[in-house]
């Protein structure tokens, strides 16, 4: 099996915000493209305007109090919030040509997001039932920083992950955000981290190799 390079992939990190609806055409479209052969692979980051945004499994009597736009995502899980102050990575990858493992993907997905946490100088960690990345609240309880959500059409993937470096952490509460209701939601502003989010893209790509060494590990082990 031939897999493609990091150098292929083409990473694009936008200053401004991208309407939500637009970001999910573009990725439509990007993953028809990847598919077809006739555009690279990509990372592509973001912030959205304030949204909320349903998973395929949402529950519509866990959106408490519909203030921002909700749009129908497509992706896996549940409801989520999209803001200002939060880096969204959008993951468009080929996994025909990595492994055809969605599982694996998913798990690197979040070893890739808490690497780079920890690189910052947060401790992260993958919580038994539920999704998403947690952390040590700044009163000590166990809080969410980061959301996980992934569709693969095509077998090129989709959606990816967010992850809070200083949004309005009340706008969460008009969600159960991903169906959980035990624990809150934080972020690196809350835990007293100023980082802007150009250099959370560089911490990201600076851990992208160890991302694609699990995928490709993963697929070098196929026939």
């Known amino acids: 099996m031939s897999i493609p ?31 077809e052969g006739s555009a690279p692979e990509m990372i592509w980051l973001l912030e959205h305007p304030p949204v909320y945004t349903a998973g395929t499994s949402a529950d519509g009597a ?4 519909p203030r921002f736009e909700v749009v129908e995502a497509g992706r896996g899980g549940r409801y989520t919030y999209h803001g200002p102050g939060q880096r969204v990575g959008y993951v468009l990858l080929d996994l025909r040509e990595r492994g055809r493992d969605v599982r694996c993907f998913v798990h690197s997905l979040e070893g890739w997001v808490i690497a780079t946490l920890g690189d910052i100088g947060v401790d992260c960690w993958r919580a038994e039932g539920r999704i998403g990345i947690w952390t040590r609240d700044i009163d000590g309880g166990e809080a969410k920083i980061g959301a996980i959500g992934v569709r693969v059409r095509r077998w090129v993937t989709m959606h990816g992950f967010s992850v809070n470096l200083a949004p309005d952490l009340g706008h969460f509460a008009g969600i159960v955000p991903c169906g959980i209701e035990e624990f809150g939601v934080t972020s690196l502003a809350k835990l007293e981290i100023d980082l802007a989010p150009e250099a959370f893209d560089e911490a990201l790509r600076a851990r992208f190799g160890d991302f694609l060494a699990a995928l490709q590990g993963k697929a070098r082990a196929l026939p």
């Open 62 to 65: 866990e959106l408490l109090d």
């Open 5 to 35: 390079p990091p150098e292929t992939i083409e990473w694009r990190a936008e200053v401004g915000q991208v309407g939500y609806r637009a970001a999910l055409a573009a990725m439509e479209e990007r993953n028809r493209v990847i598919s």
